[in-house]
């Protein structure tokens, strides 16, 4: 069974070109999973690789194009390397013997201010040792330091686990819950998966699927219904669950079955807690309410598909969020892991980000804040428009 890409840790690799990035990686894998080439600037887009690196566990690793990249192409290919730290949980800043310089502190003060762990990986060591001011630059800046050279298997190994395990995110060490902790263990849970036209033949979405693993893994009686079939679950219990789940698109009507006693909230409000910040979400939110005719909303989702007719992010969150205003609103939609141009935009809804990790949408929520757009998520919003969002949110405190 293989990891999830978004549950790896996400390990980026930064650096000017030739400082032997790829070959370290390359080292790292076992593989040649980079193009390792004398020539500066070999490496053009962002190189992505999965493996189990032990004792740390499932990880990414990420080998970017150089930041000094003088190539036809150098603007675009910096571009897609700085648009990377956005999704880094663990930064990786490899130089010579020469140490580092603008190029390098740049990406520092970036790494400091999103929060992200670096270490520096001194390369080609085998070639000439970095003089004494070199290194007291480097220990100024972070005591995570490796000499190393890539010729240096084992050992380079050995040094890059060792500095990555100490750095690693409390969240990835003691992985958050996604349920389990909102309720007693064995407690009975109900989940409500409407089977619609988004629900995948043969299988369940990657949202139910992890859920229902969160509450085995706490000892919980799991029930899984479609919403047709939730009155006649509830009225066979003995008891009443202690939560009842559901997909964000059958919220009304569940909403209108459960009765106001029994917890109730979302897959995507759930996964703007395990994947965000639930409370930045949920003031987010509340801009709909200030939304202007011809104010421009973005969707945004973190992941590309082919939308249906009834899409969720497309057709069913455009059309709650024009009926709850009443206003003539401007929607427009971006997918993938680039985070374009904000500043237009009133309003940010974001997806469930079930197939991204948490660092990324992190980044994107501060960005958001910085420049004073307001961000909020799919199950938010739909709960808002609803009426029911205090609802959804009482289980959470």
Same mark, same amino acid.
């Given at each position: 069974?293989?990891? !999830?890409?978004?549950?790896?840790?996400?390990?980026?690799?930064?650096?000017?070109?030739?400082?032997?990035?790829? +070959?370290?990686?390359?080292?790292?894998?076992?593989?040649?999973?980079?193009?390792?080439?004398?020539?500066?600037?070999?490496?053009?887009?962002?190189?992505?690789?999965?493996?189990? @690196?032990?004792?740390?566990?499932?990880?990414?690793?990420?080998?970017?194009?150089?930041?000094?990249?003088?190539?036809?192409?150098?603007?675009? %290919?910096?571009?897609?390397?700085?648009?990377?730290?956005? %999704?880094?949980?663990?930064?990786?800043?490899?130089?010579?013997?020469?140490?580092?310089?603008?190029?390098?502190?740049?990406?520092?003060?970036?790494?400091?201010?999103?929060?992200?762990?670096?270490?520096?990986?001194?390369?080609?060591?085998?070639?000439?040792?970095?003089?004494?001011?070199?290194?007291?630059?480097?220990?100024? @800046?972070?005591?995570?330091?490796?000499?190393?050279?890539? &010729?240096?298997?084992?050992?380079?190994?050995? &040094?890059?686990?060792?500095?990555?395990?100490?750095?690693?995110?409390?969240?990835?060490?003691?992985?958050?819950?996604?349920?389990?902790?909102?309720?007693?263990?064995?407690?009975?849970?109900?989940?409500?998966?409407?089977?619609?036209?988004?629900?995948?033949?043969? %299988?369940?979405?990657?949202?139910?699927?992890?859920?229902?693993?969160?509450?085995?893994?706490? =000892?919980?009686?799991?029930?899984?219904?479609?919403?047709?079939?939730? &009155?006649?679950?509830l009225d066979n219990l003995k008891t009443p669950p202690s939560l009842v789940i559901t997909d964000s698109?059958?919220?009304?009507?569940? +909403?209108?079955?459960?009765? *106001?006693?029994?917890?109730?909230?979302?897959?995507?409000? !759930?996964?703007?807690?395990?994947?965000?910040?639930?409370?930045?979400?949920? *003031?987010?939110?509340?801009?709909?309410?200030?939304?202007?005719?011809?104010?421009?909303?973005?969707?945004?989702? =973190?992941?590309?598909?082919?939308?249906?007719?009834?899409?969720?992010?497309?057709?069913?969150?455009?059309? @709650? !969020?024009? &009926?709850?205003?009443?206003?003539?609103?401007?929607?427009?939609?971006?997918?993938?892991?680039?985070?374009?141009?904000?500043?237009?935009?009133?309003?940010?809804?974001?997806?469930?980000?079930?197939?991204?990790?948490?660092?990324?949408?992190?980044?994107?929520?501060?960005? +958001?804040?910085?420049?004073?757009?307001?961000?909020?998520?799919?199950?938010?919003?739909?709960?808002?428009? !609803?009426?029911?969002?205090? %609802?959804?949110?009482?289980?959470?405190?």
């Amino acid at each position: 069974m293989q990891a !999830l890409k978004s549950d790896r840790l996400h390990i980026s690799f930064f650096g000017k070109t030739n400082v032997g990035k790829s +070959s370290v990686i390359n080292k790292i894998t076992g593989q040649d999973t980079s193009i390792v080439s004398d020539i500066a600037g070999t490496t053009t887009d962002v190189v992505e690789k999965s493996m189990e @690196l032990l004792p740390v566990g499932p990880v990414r690793l990420l080998d970017t194009a150089g930041l000094d990249d003088k190539t036809d192409l150098s603007k675009d %290919r910096i571009e897609k390397t700085l648009k990377v730290i956005n %999704r880094t949980d663990i930064a990786v800043i490899i130089c010579d013997y020469n140490g580092i310089d603008e190029y390098e502190k740049n990406l520092i003060k970036k790494f400091d201010e999103l929060n992200i762990p670096y270490l520096i990986m001194v390369n080609k060591t085998d070639i000439q040792a970095p003089d004494e001011n070199v290194l007291s630059e480097l220990f100024t @800046l972070t005591p995570h330091i490796i000499l190393t050279s890539a &010729k240096c298997d084992n050992e380079l190994i050995f &040094k890059f686990k060792s500095e990555t395990v100490k750095l690693l995110p409390e969240d990835f060490v003691n992985s958050p819950k996604i349920a389990g902790d909102l309720i007693p263990e064995k407690s009975t849970v109900i989940l409500v998966v409407p089977i619609d036209k988004e629900a995948p033949k043969g %299988r369940l979405i990657l949202p139910q699927v992890q859920t229902i693993r969160d509450l085995l893994d706490s =000892s919980c009686m799991t029930y899984v219904v479609k919403e047709t079939e939730l &009155k006649g679950a509830l009225d066979n219990l003995k008891t009443p669950p202690s939560l009842v789940i559901t997909d964000s698109q059958a919220f009304k009507q569940v +909403s209108e079955i459960v009765p *106001d006693d029994i917890p109730l909230t979302s897959f995507s409000i !759930l996964f703007a807690r395990l994947k965000g910040d639930l409370k930045a979400f949920r *003031d987010g939110a509340k801009a709909i309410s200030n939304l202007q005719d011809g104010d421009k909303v973005l969707i945004l989702e =973190s992941c590309t598909h082919h939308a249906i007719e009834d899409d969720i992010g497309t057709v069913k969150i455009p059309n @709650l !969020l024009k &009926k709850k205003t009443g206003k003539n609103l401007v929607i427009e939609h971006y997918s993938g892991h680039d985070f374009p141009d904000i500043s237009e935009y009133k309003l940010i809804v974001h997806c469930g980000a079930c197939m991204t990790n948490r660092r990324e949408v992190l980044s994107r929520i501060l960005t +958001s804040n910085n420049a004073n757009v307001p961000i909020t998520n799919y199950g938010i919003t739909i709960s808002y428009c !609803l009426g029911i969002l205090d %609802r959804a949110m009482k289980i959470f405190g």
